[in-house]
């Protein structure tokens, strides 16, 4: 039982590229969260998704898309990288009826 | 709308020294308030939480007690270790069945306990 596993770890990306984060999870849970952490502002929510095949915006999610075309899975993509996107990407997910969410281990991005 | 605001870090202690950090919401209705913690290098785990007015949850020693007159859910523990080293965070969730679970959290307190 892996829990909310993240890949890549790391990257770094030249302003302009795209990249694809993706989050799984083995829980079977219905709803999965994409946060960004950033020194001195805490996690703000950039998306979410409340189960299979729905997506839906959260703070801030200007700059960013995402899929959950499995339930297991929930992909955040960047579709041209800006410095002002350097962060630590986390993602999480939680169960219906649980207040709990479970984190994955993060994904620290840079762009130069 | 919903906010979380958590006292200014960082917070150096020495071992079995009381810890105390503040958190104060702002939220509308009955929230259900949290206290997560984050390990050097890892995602975020649920510490406590309490989901109703006067409820006071409790694990591995800290404590946090929701004061719905004082809008706080402050953390404490009576005796810290090395070991409880760490960035903690408070956060929220809307009460009411639309939340979908969403977090809103504080900005974090950084938190090194020296020997």
């Known amino acids: 039982n892996a829990g909310v596993t993240q890949t890549p770890k790391f990257r770094v990306l030249k302003t302009g590229q795209s990249m694809t984060l993706l989050c799984a999870q083995d829980?079977?849970?219905?709803?999965m969260y994409w946060y960004r952490q950033d020194p001195g502002m805490g996690l703000r929510l950039i998306h979410y998704?409340?189960?299979?095949?729905?997506?839906a915006k959260g703070e801030v999610p200007d700059g960013y898309n995402v899929s959950r075309l499995k339930k297991q899975n929930f992909l955040l993509g960047l579709e041209s990288a800006a410095p002002s996107q350097t962060s630590v990407y986390f993602c999480?997910?939680?169960?219906?009826?649980?207040?709990?969410?479970?984190f994955g281990p993060g994904t620290r991005l840079t762009v130069l | 709308g919903n906010s979380v605001t958590q006292m200014e870090g960082p917070v150096t202690l020495s071992e079995e020294a009381f810890l105390t950090i503040n958190c104060t919401y702002t939220?509308?209705?009955?929230?259900?308030l949290f206290w997560y913690v984050q390990y050097p290098g890892e995602g975020l785990q649920l510490l406590l939480k309490?989901?109703?007015?006067?409820d006071k949850g409790s694990n591995k020693g800290f404590e946090a007690t929701y004061r719905k007159e004082t809008t706080s859910f402050h953390l404490e523990k009576g005796s810290v270790q090395v070991s409880d080293s760490a960035v903690y965070f408070c956060?929220?969730?809307?009460?009411?069945?639309?939340?979908?679970?969403?977090?809103?959290f504080g900005q974090g307190t950084i938190l090194t306990v020296h020997p």
């Open positions: 829980m079977n849970h219905e709803y």
């Open positions: 998704s409340v189960g299979e095949g729905t997506t």
């Open positions: 999480a997910s939680k169960g219906g009826g649980i207040d709990e969410q479970f």
């Open positions: 939220a509308t209705g009955y929230p259900s």
């Open positions: 309490a989901t109703k007015a006067d």
């Open positions: 956060a929220l969730r809307r009460g009411g069945g639309t939340s979908y679970g969403k977090l809103t």
